[in-house]
């Protein structure tokens, strides 16, 4: 009898387990049907405790130009003479940065982005009229009697404007001066070095590559061309700084930089610059991939060089084979970052669009900087980090302790710079412009 009731025992317990792993044609409570994904869904606020600052004043401004990326990231408003000068139903009007009273309003059909320099107010027509206004009176200073198109821009003494061609006018008449003669269409932005404007176009063929032009700024003759060659960094004793640019036949996998005749454009003198210590002839891939040297720029003596997560400097004057170059870098951080602005206010700044990290230039410590995750754009003024979002949200941080400092949310997602004029701080979203009291914590003395 005990023998039969063990046997009953041992076959329900095989039965029961034959039952726990066999397949089920019903889907049980804890079954992942795999059509689900949960990410980020936390209600937490990285600025839950930050004031809300209160705006002085609130202007609207045209939008036109929203489908224009780069328009748009450059903005629509320009500061300057204790004003702000934006575009309102095709109007120019200056705005009391202080009090956002209006001081006055001009012209009509006008488009942006406008120009300010030296109590001047610069802007184009949709007819191609360009106007100089004063800035204290918003009285008409000149108008050109020539048509233009394109972004408008200064050098000494004279207004341009670039559209496939270069047209050259005198700053302080309006009197036109020339339009280049080169055939084919150049690209913006133009840089200006001594007596030479620079602009750049493409060349096509078996493979693309750059091409930089040199004109003459009193003729606007073109003067010379330079293939895969960048816009100068600097001129200086008859000679061009520009940085060679890698195509599908040479990579260039060392930053190399070309000092070019600046009468012909003959290449006189080349240095490479290889901070990582690379080899150049057999370069190792990274993630499957091998590129180019680190883009180059020149600041306060120092050339820097943007590698990925690194930011190199060395005197301009220095041989880079005889000194070693100073090394920012956010390896630390775990995170897979760029080079995004500095040096500024003793830090350089690496950014993913998600995250901002700072490095103090004194000893390369790293200081994390406060984000929710999406950047839009920050901009750095006085002490400040203004850190936009795509929300509508701008947030200030001290730059020195790495704290937010307060918010102020806009109607929305689309930023120009952050602005700072007569001690206010002026935010330019899509179609709104908000102005309040730069914060005492981050004012620069």
Not at 62 to 71: E, F, L, N, P
Not at 112 to 138: E, F, H, M, N, W
Not at 388 to 400: F, M, Q, R, T, Y
């Amino acid at each position: 009898m005990k023998k039969l009731q063990i046997r009953r025992r041992v076959w329900a317990i095989t039965a029961g387990l034959s039952l726990l792993f066999a397949p089920c044609s019903v889907h049980s409570a804890w079954a992942d049907s795999h059509t689900s994904y949960v990410g980020n869904n936390s209600d937490y606020d990285w600025t839950a405790t930050t004031p809300v600052v209160k705006t002085v004043w609130t202007h609207a401004m045209d939008v036109k130009a929203a489908a224009d990326y780069d328009t748009v990231n450059q903005g629509s408003a320009v500061a300057g003479g204790g004003k702000v000068y934006v575009l309102q139903k095709g109007q120019a009007v200056a705005i009391n940065a202080q009090t956002g009273k209006v001081a006055w309003k001009y012209g009509a059909k006008l488009l942006g982005p406008l120009l300010y320099q030296k109590g001047v107010v610069y802007a184009r027509s949709q007819g191609g009229t360009i106007y100089a206004v004063y800035a204290d009176t918003g009285r008409n200073k000149w108008s050109s009697t020539v048509k233009a198109k394109g972004k408008l821009s200064i050098d000494q003494d004279q207004l341009y404007a670039a559209d496939s061609d270069i047209m050259a006018f005198r700053l302080g008449d309006g009197k036109f001066l020339w339009k280049d003669n080169y055939s084919e269409t150049l690209f913006s932005p133009l840089v200006f070095q001594g007596n030479l404007v620079f602009a750049q176009n493409s060349s096509s063929g078996v493979y693309t590559y750059m091409v930089l032009h040199a004109f003459d700024r009193t003729t606007g003759k073109h003067l010379w061309e330079a293939d895969n060659q960048a816009l100068p960094l600097t001129a200086a004793n008859g000679t061009v700084l520009s940085q060679r640019l890698s195509n599908l036949m040479d990579l260039v996998p060392l930053t190399t930089l070309d000092s070019l005749d600046a009468k012909t454009g003959k290449r006189i003198k080349t240095v490479e610059y290889n901070p990582k210590k690379i080899d150049p002839v057999n370069p190792e891939p990274v993630n499957g991939v091998i590129s180019s040297g680190g883009r180059a720029w020149l600041l306060g003596g120092q050339i820097y060089i943007e590698e990925g997560n690194s930011l190199y400097s060395y005197p301009l004057e220095a041989d880079p084979s005889k000194v070693k170059a100073v090394k920012y870098t956010a390896s630390s951080s775990g995170l897979s970052l760029d080079y995004a602005a500095g040096p500024y206010d003793g830090r350089v700044f690496f950014s993913n669009a998600q995250a901002v990290y700072g490095i103090k230039t004194a000893n390369q410590s790293p200081v994390p900087y406060p984000s929710g995750g999406q950047i839009a754009r920050f901009d750095l003024l006085g002490h400040g980090m203004y850190l936009a979002e795509p929300s509508g949200k701008l947030v200030a941080i001290n730059l020195l302790t790495a704290k937010p400092v307060l918010q102020l949310q806009t109607s929305g997602r689309v930023f120009g710079p952050t602005l700072l004029e007569s001690g206010m701080i002026i935010v330019q979203s899509k179609g709104k412009l908000m102005a309040f009291k730069e914060p005492a914590g981050l004012r620069m003395q």
